[in-house]
Nanobody, 115 residues
Framework: QVQVVESGGGLVQPGGSLRLSCIVA????????MGWYRQTPGKQRELAAS????????NYASSVKGRFTISRDSAGRTVYLQMNSLKPEDTAIYYC????????WGQGTQVTVSS
């Protein structure tokens, strides 16, 4: 059974940066395409970015392309999301999961972009 633990969120001003981390623990976890999802109250959870098991393929939602970068370590067990040029509309709880999502959801990490 794969478990995920997200961290790195916080309060940041517009234009600022944050780096989120997700530890993926479990058998064969490094073999999964992984994604960062985000959710705001009253809205469906959306996939913001994903990365293939080997790290060679990455996809981004149009709303974050050019500002966010997804990566994973060489062992494939930690997935990162570097977020630059943050906007108030990026405020959300951020979660990681496989893409498509197949693990139990973690607690997520809150990102708040506000002056």
């Amino acid at each position: 059974q794969v478990q995920v633990v997200e961290s790195g969120g916080g309060l940041v001003q517009p234009g600022g940066s944050l780096r989120l981390s997700c530890i993926v623990a479990g058998s064969m976890s490094s073999r999964y395409t992984m994604g960062w999802y985000r959710q705001t109250p009253g809205k469906q959870r959306e996939l913001a970015a994903s990365i293939s098991s080997g790290g060679g393929f990455r996809n981004y939602a149009s709303s974050v392309k050019g500002r966010f970068t997804i990566s994973r370590d060489s062992a494939g067990r930690t997935v990162y999301l570097q977020m630059n040029s943050l906007k108030p509309e990026d405020t959300a709880i951020y979660y990681c999961n496989s893409d498509p999502a197949s693990f139990s959801w973690g607690q997520g990490t809150q990102v708040t972009v506000s002056s």
